[in-house]
Structures are given as structure tokens and as C-alpha cells.
């Protein structure tokens, strides 16, 4: 932690260090191993959703058209911190520059952001299907479903540019190492040797307007469906009704369990390897969990998916046996 310095002894710094969660030189390649195959997986298990969602007409709905949204914001979220973290491994070096350091705070709050919203329109989209299941067409017509993600790529883009923005605006000594593996903005505030009052006033002020809000709009909208699973008359009735919301449910849970659990986590011990390691949870684990979620406990999903794998193999076979044959 630098203190405030003297006007001499403070410059434009070129670069910042992140530290990771190790220096260990052991322990480097279990990290990049198990680091790299959680981004495969979160990659390619999203990216199966969005090609699954797009090639079946019978998933071209509001639930399926926000679900592809989310794995593509996601795999961006996950691409935003975790390849630059392998580069750096491989390499043996910790170091990032100030411009790349900016662009990937930029970006992972604009990613974190359109993750929350996206959960939460996800929640609405839910309420709207079982509570009012005969208006459900009508009220989430594709002009709504397409100004929902709109407003909340607009909303997300513009915190992001008022954080960055403040955060252009601090000094930092000659030599600051992140005690992370990616430039997060509380990380950045904690270290600047300028006054960061106003930062910190706007990080939470945000965070409870921009985060707090999705969160309320989810819980009010789950307790609605809840009271309408309640008032069904039949165990069937009700297992069917709340089988189409457990998915969403239990991705909502995840995310918004292990981002708070990071922070408090880090405001008890106060140390800044034990919220990276945390931080992995909502980061890297969260978006690789998604599509196995939302693909197991999915009837739609799995049909379509083995229909795909199905005509793979059958088109594999007919290239091995025209192989054999010629």
C-alpha cells in the first residue's frame, strides 16, 4: 500500500505488476493447467449453447434468446482476465501495462455488469412466463426482448466509462504490485497514491444502485413466482411450473452467493490473496458451471443437443466409411 507522496516523487507509471496467486515457481504449472482447462471448458461449453440456441427454431424464444446472450457475456467476462494471467505464466512474467491494465478493468466492468443485468431480466422473463403465462407472447414480444439487452449493454458500457474515467484521473508511485491476477477497480483505488474519497464514493454508490437493483428486481420477481407455485392445486402443477425457472435459479444463486462471499470474505481478513482466490468463484468457476446447468437440468436443450451430436457422428461415419471404401 503506497501513502501519499510528495509531487516529485510521484509519475505517469508505464506498467503494474500482478502477483496472482502464487510466486511460488512449483506450483506455476498446476495453476496454468487447471487455469487453461477451466477457460476451454468455459469457452466451448458457451459457445455449445449459443450454437445450439441459434440452429433450432424451436429455441427461438425469449428465455433461449437472453440464455445465448448470457453465454456470450460470459465468454467475453472469462476472456477478459484469464488469457492474460496464462500469457503471463508461461512467460514468467507479472508484468501488464498501465493501457492494458485500464482496458481490462474497462472491460471486466462491463462484462460483470452484463452479467447482473442479464440475470435479472432472465428473473423478469420468468415472472412474466408463470405468472402471467397467457400475456407471456404479447408483453415479451422481440422488440421488448431486444431493448432489454439494449439498455443493458448501454447502462453497463456507461458505468464502465465513469469508473475508468476517475480511475485515469489517480496517481500511482513508480512501482505498485496488484496483489491479484487481474487489474480489478477496488485493487486499482486501494493502490493510487492520490486522494481517492470520491472514487470510493462512487464504487459503492454504483454498486448499490447498478448491483442492488437487478438483485431486488430478481428477489421481488421470485417471490411472485413462488406465490403463484404456491397457489397451484396440483404436486405435478408444481414441480412442471417450477422446473422451468430451477436452471436460472440456481445460476442467480451461484453468481450473486460467490461475489458477495468475495467480499466479504476480503473486508474480514483484509488480505488481497485470499479475495483472488475468491475471486476465481464468480470469474472463471461461475460462467464454466453455466452451460452445464442450464444443459442438465434443460429437456429442450439436452433434445436439441443430442440431435446435433447425433448428425455429427452420422456425418464422421459416412467420412470414415467413403475413407475404407476408396
Known sequence: QCNLMEPGNITRISKFLLLGFSERPELQPLIFGLFLSMYLITVFGNLLIILVVSSDSRLHTPMYFFLANLSFVDICFTSTTVPKMLVNIQTQSNVITYEDCIAQMNFFIIFSGLDIYLLAVMAYDRFVAICHPLHYMVIMNPWLCGLLVLVSWITSVLHSLLQTSMVLGLSFCTE???????????????????????????????????????????????????????????????????????????????????????????????????????????????????????????????????????????????????????
Open 176 to 326: 505498485v504490485e496488484i496483489p491479484h491476477f487481474f487489474c480489478e477497480l477496488n485493487q486499482m483505488i486501494q493502490l493510487a497514491c492520490s486522494d481517492t474519497f470520491l472514487n470510493n464514493v462512487v464504487m459503492y454508490l454504483a454498486a448499490m444502485l447498478l448491483a442492488g437493483g437487478p438483485l431486488a428486481g430478481i428477489l421481488y420477481s421470485y417471490s411472485k413466482i413462488v406465490s403463484t407455485i404456491i397457489g397451484i392445486s396440483s404436486a405435478q402443477g408444481k414441480y412442471k411450473v417450477f422446473s422451468t425457472c430451477v436452471s436460472h435459479l440456481l445460476v442467480v444463486s451461484l453468481f450473486f452467493c460467490t461475489s458477495l462471499g468475495v467480499y466479504l470474505s476480503s473486508a474480514a481478513t483484509q488480505s488481497s490473496h485470499s479475495s483472488a482466490t475468491a475471486s476465481v468463484m464468480y470469474t472463471v468457476v461461475t460462467p464454466m458451471l453455466n452451460p452445464f446447468i442450464y444443459s442438465l437440468r434443460n429437456r429442450d436443450l439436452k433434445v436439441v443437443l443430442k440431435r446435433i451430436i447425433g448428425i455429427s457422428l452420422m456425418k464422421l461415419e459416412g467420412k470414415l466409411q467413403n475413407k475404407c471404401l476408396n
